[in-house]
């Protein structure tokens, strides 16, 4: 069992920065893949980034290429998410999502993943 809570989320202007962080319980977060996945008003959901239980590999949806980075720290059951150069279209609640699988072709489908976060608010304004 995994339990995720999600925090750092804000209103900022377009162009600022953000960092989202991703606070899991449970003795083997290591072993998980974590994702941010993000929903906008109205939208389905969509995969932004993620990475491996080690930390060793990371994926990125394409709308934050070059813009947002992923990393985790083990030791502190954590996993962030760095938003630079923040644009109005990234306004949309954000969730972190744990699942063990292998991520080479899972890891965009929501139903791969098996514990998620509440959610926080980000708002871009322009």
């Known amino acids: 069992q995994v339990q995720l809570v999600e925090s750092g989320g804000g209103l900022v202007q377009a162009g600022d920065s953000l960092r989202l962080s991703c606070a899991a319980s449970g003795r083997t977060f290591s072993s998980y893949f974590i994702g941010w996945i993000r929903q906008a008003p109205g939208e389905e959901r969509e995969f932004v980034l993620g990475?491996?239980?080690?930390?060793?590999?990371?994926y990125y949806g394409d709308s934050v290429k070059g813009r947002f980075t992923i990393s985790r720290d083990n030791a502190k059951n954590t996993v962030y998410l760095q938003m630079n150069s923040l644009k109005p279209e990234d306004t949309a609640v954000y969730f972190c999502a744990a699942g063990q699988f292998d991520p080479s072709g899972s890891y965009r489908r929501m139903d791969a993943y098996n514990y998620w976060g509440q959610g926080t608010q980000v708002t871009v304004s322009s």
């Open positions: 990475i491996s239980g080690n930390g060793g590999a990371t």
